[in-house]
T-cell receptor, first 115, second 112 residues
């Protein structure tokens, strides 16, 4: 069964550095999402992406964040200048473009640690 | 915006017993309610979902009920097994493709 994949599984960075988290959604999916989960807290929505543009974003997704689909397979989340509070597990998800299924399929996550 | 509350945060049951996890939501426009199971170190996986035009949905040992008037929905697991042990998250969204707002999660432990 196809799965969403994410790389790296764990990223350690210094405060102020830029990081790029990568996701490969399921191949025939057209809706893409990023969520994050700070340790011990809820999973929080960051952004959704469809047809090469952002469809929704939360207040967390400020100017320090950006998303891109640089080619036909990857979906990336960039944090320009990381802060300590950006330390979290970041999940990518994707969904098929069909009315027959509503499921958002999640990747295994990237644990980001900002020192 | 939407707020989803989930209870209990931890739940311990004996193998074979039933487990019930409850969620409430605040946005009356929410109409899609999935439940995800997350085993330790693994990705969240959808186990069941329900739309607001249905009051109950069942899949083998798992069922979800929805009360739109009261704005709450519940996950029921019958005949629990040790492999049911995981963290369960409820979520809500206005439409299936939209952002999911998650509850805080319930750690279910099934004791053999």
């Amino acid at each position: 069964e196809p799965e969403v994949t994410q790389t790296p599984s764990h990223q350690v960075t210094q405060m102020g550095q830029e990081v790029i988290l990568r996701c490969v959604p399921i191949s025939n999916h057209l809706y893409f999402y990023w969520y994050r989960q700070i340790l011990g807290q809820k999973v929080e929505f960051l952004v959704s992406f469809y047809n090469n543009e952002i469809s929704e974003k939360s207040e967390i997704f400020d100017d320090q964040f950006s998303v891109e689909r640089p080619d036909g397979s990857n979906f990336t989340l960039k944090i320009r200048s990381t802060k300590l509070e950006d330390s979290a597990m970041y999940f990518c998800a994707s969904r098929a473009r069909t009315r027959l299924t509503d499921t958002q399929y999640f990747g295994p996550g990237t644990r980001l640690t900002v020192l | 915006g939407e707020n989803v509350e989930q209870h209990p945060s931890t739940l311990s049951v004996q193998e074979g017993d039933s487990a019930v996890i409850k969620c409430t939501y605040s946005d009356s426009a929410s109409n899609y309610f999935p439940w995800y199971k997350q085993e330790l170190g693994k990705r969240p996986q959808l186990i069941i979902d329900i739309r607001s035009n249905v009051g109950e949905k069942k899949d083998q040992r798992i069922a979800v009920t929805l009360n739109k008037t009261a704005k709450h929905f519940s996950l029921h697991i019958t005949e629990t097994q040790p492999e049911d042990s995981a963290v369960y998250f409820c979520a809500a969204s206005r439409n299936a493709g939209n952002m999911l707002t998650f509850g805080g999660g319930t750690r279910l432990m099934v004791k053999p």
